[in-house]
């Protein structure tokens, strides 16, 4: 934000000789009532803004025009800038937030990855798959309900966990700028707590809503092969 920065003009007072000879002297001033220098206010950065890349923006355009939604809330998770853009039923996009994701790059989930423990999870399988999802609130998880992505998989959308949050370091790496920080999770998606609350939780509490998750290994039509009638249909148009 940029300082606003006031500039008063001072107003001369010319008084008669005799009538500053009359004055009395000035007060001393005490001590106790010195004045300090006024500082300038520091600067606050704006927050950086999140724009969708090429994939993400095609998928965007995609659901936005086909109606794949279904009128219902939707989610595209871009895997590669570990961001978010929600839009409600309408296709309105109502918010855009850093994610946190698997730590392991990968599209596909490990078979009966969703029936293991965390703590049995070896390094390769703690991936976000890519893919279309019907997203519903479910049976809880540490007391709290989360919003199932893939209840197969065990993968869901919810804030920072706390017991994992201030240990790894979740939050600053949420705010890093470098995604490759955002690569912690066991392959659940974490997204800032004020986003949950406010659009998360109000859009999808009723009938769930759809996500899309980009691939960070596959083509992106490989994933979304729907993309292709849409590109074909581009360059007929063009």
């Known amino acids: 934000m940029t300082p606003i920065v006031r500039i008063m003009a001072g107003l001369a007072l010319i008084l008669p000789t005799t ?4 004055a009395p002297p000035p007060k001393a001033k005490s001590a ?39 009128g219902l809330p939707w989610a595209v998770i ?23 994701i698997g730590i392991a790059p990968g599209d596909e989930a490990s078979p009966g990855v969703g029936s293991k423990k965390l703590a049995d999870l070896g390094p390769a399988e703690k991936t976000t798959p890519a893919g279309r999802y019907l997203a519903k609130f479910g049976l809880p998880v540490a007391g709290e309900r989360v919003l199932w992505v893939d209840y197969a998989t065990s993968v869901a ?17 949420m705010l890093s700028p470098d995604p ?30 759809y996500v899309y998750i ?15 009638v849409q590109a074909v249909a ?5």
Request: net charge positive; with cysteine.
């Open 19 to 22: 009538a500053m000879a009359a």
């Open 32 to 70: 106790k009532t010195k004045t300090r220098p006024k500082t300038a206010a520091t600067p606050v950065a704006p927050p950086p803004v999140l724009l969708p890349s090429e994939a993400a923006s095609r998928v965007m355009t995609w659901v936005g025009g086909a109606g794949d939604n279904h």
């Open 78 to 100: 871009d895997k590669t800038q570990a961001t978010m853009f929600l839009f409600d039923g309408k296709g309105k996009q109502v918010a855009a937030a850093p994610v946190l």
């Open 157 to 173: 959308i919810h804030p920072i966990p706390t017991d994992a949050g201030a240990r790894e370091k979740r939050r600053e790496r």
């Open 180 to 209: 490759a920080d955002n690569r912690i999770t066991f392959g659940c998606i974490n997204v800032p707590k004020a986003v949950y609350a406010r659009q998360i939780q109000p859009l999808f509490r009723r009938k769930g809503g």
């Open 214 to 228: 980009l691939p960070d290994t596959k083509p992106v039509e490989a994933v979304f092969p729907r993309l292709r």
């Open 234 to 238: 581009a360059g007929l148009a063009g």
